[in-house]
């Protein structure tokens, strides 16, 4: 099974668009137009079958997923909504989905790297430990959507390397390693589209959006 983007060039590039069995890590700076995008992909599931929507941020305006299930005709009881509050919560999230949980074929996790940085101290030998969860958390992800025929969406964001001034997914190399697609969103300033490079597997070409009412909307 596949979910629409709204995008058919990225739809396309995908294969059909967000396949299931897989990771698809979507990242970029913020008001790049990732949550417009996967709201839009929601709403795209939805119609099918249903979505499920985890927020690790407490980021997520109702109103504007409210607006984009409107504007797609798509009843909102078929999209799942929750949020969470600590790591470990996330954690448990992740096994309940595991061990056959799934309340829907689409699951995503937006600002999945969120509560992650919470944790941080800035000691390597505590910290480590962490990146470890991390790293747990998304092999029981990769499992629960090969097992249960899921296709899962973690949307992330950057971080500057101080050194060079380039931006960077938050731990790039374990969401990288785990996921089957990657994915990075970023707008220009002065703007008014946003772009989509492909990252992994990697293809010479850009997916140009704005974000409209409905999600988003192809250029």
Partial sequence: MRFSTGLP????????GIPTKSITLIYGQEKSGKTSLVLRIIASA???ASAAYVDCSGKLHPER???????????SDRVYVTSVDNFLQQEEIILKLHDGGAPAPLIIFDDFTYLHRMELTGNVREDTRVYKRLAFQLAALKEAALNWDLAVIVVG????????????????RILGYWADHVLRVSREPGKKFSTISFEKPFRDRVVRFRVVRSGVSPL
């Fill in 65 to 75: 997923l409210s607006q984009v299930l409107e504007a797609n005709r798509v009843e």
């Fill in 157 to 172: 964001q950057v971080h500057s390397i101080p050194e060079s001034g380039e931006a960077r997914a938050v731990a790039r």
């Fill in 9 to 16: 060039r990225l739809d396309d590039a995908l294969g059909g």
């Fill in 46 to 48: 939805a119609r099918a």
